[in-house]
């Protein structure tokens, strides 16, 4: 499946445990959609997130995050994994 890296970019300053419950919302419905968030981080006072995640599609991944919590991602970056 392809991997995608997400980035949100809030304007405002975020804190990790928002970001841990947007994420866990995600996790809730991801099966859904075939979608698979792996991993995440989070530039707390930039206010930026960046999200991992195996995907069918960009429209996938971001159809979860839009169902889960709204916060759709501003870009999505079609990604290989390297070592």
Same mark, same amino acid.
């Given at each position: 499946?392809?991997? $995608?890296?997400?980035?949100?970019?809030? !304007?405002?300053?975020?804190?990790?445990? +928002?970001?841990?419950? =947007?994420? /866990? *919302?995600?996790?809730?419905?991801?099966?859904?959609?075939?979608?698979?968030?792996?991993? $995440?981080?989070?530039?707390?006072?930039? !206010?930026?997130?960046?999200?991992?995640? +195996?995907?069918?599609? =960009?429209? /996938? *991944?971001?159809?979860?995050?839009?169902?889960?919590?709204?916060?759709?991602?501003?870009?999505?970056?079609?990604?290989?994994?390297?070592?």
């Amino acid at each position: 499946m392809p991997l $995608y890296m997400d980035v949100h970019t809030l !304007g405002d300053a975020v804190s990790m445990e +928002d970001v841990a419950k =947007a994420h /866990a *919302a995600d996790l809730q419905l991801q099966d859904e959609h075939d979608v698979k968030y792996l991993r $995440y981080w989070v530039d707390e006072p930039g !206010g930026k997130i960046f999200c991992l995640v +195996d995907a069918p599609d =960009a429209e /996938a *991944a971001n159809t979860v995050h839009r169902e889960a919590h709204g916060l759709v991602a501003d870009e999505i970056h079609l990604v290989k994994e390297g070592a």
